[in-house]
């Protein structure tokens, strides 16, 4: 079955410590994102890729780093320099037609907290 | 300025009652794309619709349907006869052409009860 999945389902993390959430997707898409969800927010866009081996800033990338080595693999990796970094993370991809036009399909998510 | 509101918080109703979660827009684009996301308690988000901005048509599918109305930058979905498996959180999302992103409301939490 296509589709994506993200792991582990819930991390935990000292302080200071660096973590790396994993996300794979077999739907030969494209574009891959990365969301953060807060308790009664929407999601925020922390990075996103359209291409192997290059990656955009999203509106929250601070504390936060990504790599697109694999079309089918977009890890997040979460730093120590994230202040606040306890939250619900969503991968998501889609395909690539025109901005805009896409629509994202989304993974299970990581719910890390920090200790 | 571009953004969602999702004015619901929670909603809750009993069983069958139908429900209708209000999305509101804000765009200077001409040209863009709605959504809709259900978010159940497993916290996978569920694609629900996508809708452009030309085709204002309403859509019906199954117990769902969806009123895009352009003259009052509204897109709501109603659940008719709703059903305790409905209960989740629902996510309105615009995503501008030319641009990758979405830009999501907060979220309504509906709770359906047997």
């Known amino acids: 079955d296509g589709g994506i999945t993200q792991s582990p389902k819930y991390l935990f993390r000292k302080e200071g410590q660096n973590v790396t959430l994993s996300c794979e997707q077999n739907l030969n898409h494209d574009a891959m994102y990365w969301y953060r969800q807060d308790p009664g927010q929407g999601l925020r866009l922390i990075y996103y890729s359209q291409i192997v081996n290059d990656f955009q800033k999203g509106d929250i990338a601070e504390g936060y780093s990504v790599s697109r080595e694999k079309k089918e693999s977009f890890p997040l990796t979460v730093t120590s320099a994230q202040k606040n970094p306890t939250a619900f993370y969503l991968c998501?991809?889609?395909?690539?037609?025109?901005?805009?036009?896409?629509?994202?399909?989304f993974g299970p998510g990581t719910r890390l907290t920090v200790l | 300025a571009q953004k969602v509101t999702q004015a619901q918080t929670e909603i809750s109703v009993v069983e069958k009652e139908d429900v209708t979660l209000d999305c509101v827009y804000e765009?200077?684009?001409?040209?863009?794309?709605l959504f809709w996301y259900k978010q159940p308690p497993s916290g996978e988000l569920v694609f629900l619709i996508r809708?452009?901005?030309?085709?204002?048509q309403n859509e019906i599918s199954g117990r769902y349907s969806w009123n895009f109305q352009k003259s009052t930058s509204s897109f709501n979905f109603t659940i008719t006869a709703s059903q305790v498996v409905d209960s989740a959180v629902y996510f309105c999302?615009?995503?501008?052409?030319?641009?990758?992103?979405?830009?999501f409301g907060t979220g309504t939490r509906l709770k359906v009860l047997a």
């Open positions: 809708r452009n901005s030309f085709d204002e």
């Open positions: 998501a991809s889609s395909a690539i037609q025109a901005p805009g036009t896409d629509t994202q399909y």
């Open positions: 999302a615009l995503s501008p052409s030319g641009t990758y992103k979405y830009i």
């Open positions: 765009t200077r684009d001409t040209t863009y794309y």
